[in-house]
């Protein structure tokens, strides 16, 4: 007495091989794992008795719980004498998690073991997508993932896409490393008439009608290896730096001493967008990175937060503040999405901003800031309908600013700074009527006139000319040189 595994194939009665037909139409005790299988309904019209597990699924908390029970009966019948045969769908040694439980317990429980090869849903899956399974394939269930290495170029056979629910999970586990519009194959009920094969883009899997329990996907294999990345380095690099033995400044660094830095990278990246130099940027890219991974790291030895959370913190705001992307939202054009985002920001921070100005971080650059406060109270309609009262402003603000400078000289400075401050706030606000970031703009600027000015510099130099002595009318003449320079490429 003993066990005898076999496959019912990948669906139809006719993928069922000859030895296996053999063993379900003897007279030995006939268990399926489950009855929902397209041959099922065959093996009744010709007279095959058996039983199934089918029951269990209704009562099991877990698919690991359930695959456990059904393991446990097959085995617990054996031993008590009975001749069983036991048929699970597809092959027994592809993605069935109880021949593997049955298999390792058996020796253990005295019962003798024997499986027959089958044909699985791979081989016709394998002819429909013209793949070769030698050029490397790797074969998973849904549920096990987020357990695959992050540097996998195999191609990806899912298996156990049971549901819109396990598709998107899939979906997400997926786009970490390949995109959301890499493009895979969804096929359902292969071998069967109602045969389907879908290609889509990865962001579209959890969309498509019909998943169920005959559903897989196929993903290709990704073909440049240099798309992936990882930050393990700079981490395991900026650990180092911070333990005992490492860097003297780098332990004795905190939050608050950080903060000049991480600003000072800020705009050295502004610098180098502003060059349009791209190995500047990838430089300086990695420099403000370098930032945030130091930070992240403070956090982790006070056991705040990991570098890991910060990941997934931004990548989870991402997706949730993206439903036209990620979920079933429809959006028109741009400026929804931002009133989408606004609304999605707005439930987040629910009972954290009371106050419309509330959420404007105190340290921003004063020209950030009044961007900000004006756009802020702009959202609840204090503001202008167009431009042309903001132009009206500014002329203003510049002749209140010259009647202060005309003051005695007891009351002018203070009221030249207010006055000024005005000025300044109201170029702010047509900076924001035309589309423009204020402090990209006076970044932009001062780095044009450090160029222009460190040309001027440099061809005083060559000449042998001291600053002394020249004349504003000779520092002109440089300057459109330096311009024209500029303007030449």
């Not at 093996?43 to 058996?50: E, P, Q, T």
């Not at 603000?397 to 400075?413: F, V």
Request: net charge negative; with cysteine; hydrophobic share 45%.
């Amino acid at each position: 007495m003993g066990i005898t595994i076999v496959g019912l194939g990948p669906g139809s009665f006719k993928h069922i091989t000859l030895e296996t037909w053999e063993l379900l139409n003897g007279n030995r005790t006939l268990l399926l794992r489950t009855a929902k299988h397209p041959c099922v309904d065959t093996l009744k019209a010709r007279g095959v008795s058996f039983s199934s597990f089918d029951y269990l699924y209704e009562q099991a908390e877990d698919f690991a719980s359930l695959y456990q029970q059904i393991a446990a009966a097959v085995i617990e019948k054996a031993k008590r004498g009975q001749d069983i045969v036991y048929a699970v769908p597809g092959s027994p040694l592809v993605a069935e998690k109880t021949v593997e439980l049955i298999s390792a317990q058996a020796g253990e429980a005295g019962v003798s073991l024997t499986i027959i090869p089958a044909m699985s849903f791979l081989e016709i899956l394998y002819t429909r997508l013209g793949v070769d399974p030698i050029t490397g394939v790797t074969i998973v269930d849904a549920a096990d993932l987020t357990l695959l290495p992050p540097d996998l170029v195999t191609g990806l056979i899912i298996t156990q896409v049971y549901s819109r629910q396990v598709a998107s999970d899939a979906k997400l586990a997926l786009m970490d490393y390949l995109g959301d519009e890499y493009q895979v194959t969804v096929v359902r009920h292969l071998g069967l008439p109602e045969e389907q094969i879908t290609k889509v883009m990865l962001f579209e899997l959890d969309r498509l009608e019909g998943i169920d329990h005959l559903t897989s996907v196929y993903v290709p294999h990704r073909p440049a290896r240099s798309k992936l990345f990882s930050l393990d380095p700079v981490v395991d690099v900026m650990a180092r730096l911070r333990s005992p033995g490492g860097c003297i400044w780098d332990i004795e660094q905190t939050h608050l001493s950080l903060r000049r830095y991480i600003v000072e990278e800020v705009y050295e990246v502004l610098e180098a967008i502003e060059l349009a130099d791209g190995v500047k940027l990838c430089e300086e890219l990695g420099d403000l990175l370098l930032q945030i991974v130091f930070h992240a790291r403070l956090a982790e030895e006070s056991g705040g937060f990991t570098m890991q959370e910060v990941v997934d913190t931004v990548t989870e705001k991402m997706v949730r503040r993206h439903p036209h992307v990620f979920g079933k939202i429809t959006v028109r054009d741009a400026a929804e999405v931002v009133v989408n985002w606004d609304q999605i920001k707005k439930r987040e921070k629910a009972g954290e901003r009371i106050g419309v100005l509330d959420g404007i971080p105190i340290g921003l650059p004063t020209l950030m800031a009044a961007y900000k406060l004006q756009a802020k109270a702009a959202k609840v309609g204090f503001d202008w309908d167009d431009i042309g009262p903001v132009w009206d402003k500014i002329a203003e603000e510049l002749d209140e600013l010259k009647e202060a400078a005309a003051l005695p000289e007891a009351e002018r400075a203070q009221k030249m700074e207010d006055e000024l401050g005005d000025v300044l706030f109201a170029v702010v606000n047509l900076a924001r009527f035309m589309g423009i970031d204020p402090e990209t703009a006076l970044n932009r600027t001062n780095n044009k006139f450090r160029r222009r000015f460190n040309y001027i510099e440099a061809r005083l130099k060559e000449q042998g000319i001291a600053w002394e002595s020249t004349i504003l009318a000779d520092l002109d003449v440089l300057w459109e040189e330096a311009k024209k320079k500029e303007s030449a490429g």
